[in-house]
Nanobody, 125 residues
Framework: QVQLVESGGGLAQAGGSLRLSCAAS????????MGWFRQAPREEREFVAG????????IYGDSVKGRFTLSRDSGENTVYLQMNNLKPEDTAIYFC??????????????????WGKGTLVTVSA
């Protein structure tokens, strides 16, 4: 079973930056797609970004394009979400996710998707 452990959440001011990390451990971690969802209070979960197991492709949600960058250290099975030019509307719990492919990764209700416990990001105006 794959386990996902997030780190790096916290408080930032609008216009500032934060970096989130997610480490995958356990069996069968080598060829999984990984990425992030987020959920703001009273909102549905929103896809943020995803990357293939071999760094061949990266996709982003429309609300974060141009501001967030997802990267992956395949040797360490760790993904990093660099968040720049943060806005108050980026305030949410950020969940690391893993799935069999990038196509299913961005679907919130994919049956095979694994979720981390989440890390809180708060952006003040």
């Amino acid at each position: 079973q794959v386990q996902l452990v997030e780190s790096g959440g916290g408080l930032a001011q609008a216009g500032g930056s934060l970096r989130l990390s997610c480490a995958a451990s356990g069996r069968s971690t080598a060829r999984i797609a990984m990425g992030w969802f987020r959920q703001a209070p009273r909102e549905e979960r929103e896809f943020v970004a995803g990357i293939t197991w071999n760094n061949a492709a990266t996709i982003y949600g429309d609300s974060v394009k141009g501001r967030f960058t997802l990267s992956r250290d395949s040797g360490e099975n760790t993904v990093y979400l660099q968040m720049n030019n943060l806005k108050p509307e980026d305030t949410a719990i950020y969940f690391c996710v893993a799935d069999q492919s990038l196509v299913t990764l961005k679907l919130p209700n994919s049956g095979a998707k694994l979720w981390g416990k989440g890390t809180l990001v708060t952006v003040s105006a």
